[in-house]
């Protein structure tokens, strides 16, 4: 999080030295049309890293020591960009509140003065895309379809910060530097909104053989057809099943050792695409982009070890037992609310008698 807040900080500092304080803060009018500007300076860079956390990198999967993390980073950074950028306009309308009342409300009429039409317009989408968040419920592909009008909120955003009369448009380091993030941010947008499922590599795979565990969970074998995944035991991947109402890419744990040439994924019903899943046929094609997540056994130092799983939950478990160096020690605690809810209990059951250790 240290890089994250530098690289918003900078932008802030080089506008620090473009003009005297006295003259930033010497009245009340221009102390707050300055909070405006610092406001929609670092709302402006965080809503470019925002998009840049979101775009699914390994690189960043990997620094951060998980995607889990670059997600909570992501939306964490989006609630304080989204609310810098909403009190941004707020800030230096009260310059026209000392003239008056007419003036400042005349501020948010669009068409009036175009560079601040492109920020009431990326405001306005901005704000719509929140509110179906929290207060519409929407099926996870809808909702991640709404998502992609973030791209054109970040472009109108801008069009606006580059045409507007302020210190971006007269200082040329601030300019630059918040232009190469924007760019950045605008082309992985660009391809995690529209172009992933052309860029990014996937592996081949197809369905060899799903099986009922329980009344709501199904285990899918899937068989690489050509190169297969190399992952990690605990790690997951985005999986996308070429067939009706399950093309969407969706995160699941795998399942299986990571010395097995097959990959098993163990599957609860939550919602309309898990429920779909236990109605795949033998053959299907399937689509994997990952591994990502740093959840391993053997990424911390104490060979003596206590897992704790919950539910469906046991399935990154279930692959790392599968792989144990014997030299580690290890008491697995599994939750359920009732027997019947346990899966592969035979197969946990199985490594206690081939691992005295586990």
Not at 18 to 29: A, C, K, V, Y
Not at 288 to 303: A, T
């Amino acid at each position: 999080m240290q890089i994250i807040t530098i690289l918003s900080v900078i932008p802030v500092i080089i506008w620090f030295f473009i003009e005297p304080l006295s003259m930033r803060f010497g009245d009340f009018t221009s102390a707050m049309t300055s909070i405006g500007q610092i406001l929609g300076i670092l709302g402006m860079t965080l809503f470019a890293i925002t998009l840049i956390l979101s775009a699914r990198l390994k690189m960043l999967d990997k620094y951060f020591k998980g995607l889990d993390k670059v997600y909570a980073k992501h939306h964490i950074l989006g609630a304080v960009s989204f609310s810098m950028l909403l009190f941004h306009p707020l800030f230096l309308v009260v310059r026209y509140i000392t003239i008056s009342i007419r003036d400042a409300s005349l501020f948010f009429v669009p068409f009036r003065d175009m560079p601040i039409t492109w920020g009431i317009f990326s405001l306005t989408i901005m704000i719509i895309l929140i509110s179906i968040t929290f207060y519409i419920s929407l099926k996870y592909n809808h909702w991640k379809f709404s998502h992609k009008f973030l791209t054109l909120a970040f472009i109108l955003a801008i069009i606006h910060t580059f045409t507007i009369s302020s210190d971006v448009s007269r200082n040329n380091f601030l300019r630059y530097y918040i232009l190469i993030f924007s760019i950045i941010g605008l082309i992985l947008s660009i391809r995690k909104a529209f172009l992933d499922k052309i860029l990014k590599k996937k592996y081949k795979y197809k369905v060899k053989a799903t099986t009922q565990l329980n009344e709501e969970v199904v285990e899918i074998e899937i068989a690489p057809v050509s190169k297969k995944i190399n992952f990690t035991s605990g790690q997951f991947i985005f999986v996308s099943f070429k067939t009706n109402g399950l093309r969407e890419f969706h995160p699941f744990t795998i399942a299986s050792g990571d010395n097995e040439n097959n990959l098993k994924l163990i599957i609860k019903n939550f919602g309309d695409f898990t429920y779909k899943i236990k109605s795949l046929k033998s053959g299907t094609e399937v689509l994997i982009d990952g591994p990502y997540g740093n959840f391993s056994y053997n990424n911390f130092e104490n060979k003596d070890q206590i897992w704790i799983a919950g539910g469906i939950g046991i399935t990154p478990f279930l692959s790392m037992s599968k792989v144990l160096d014997k030299d580690y020690s290890v008491h697995l605690y599994y939750s359920v609310k009732d027997k019947s809810e346990a899966v592969q209990l035979g197969e946990l059951s199985d490594f206690t008698l081939k691992n005295k250790n586990f």
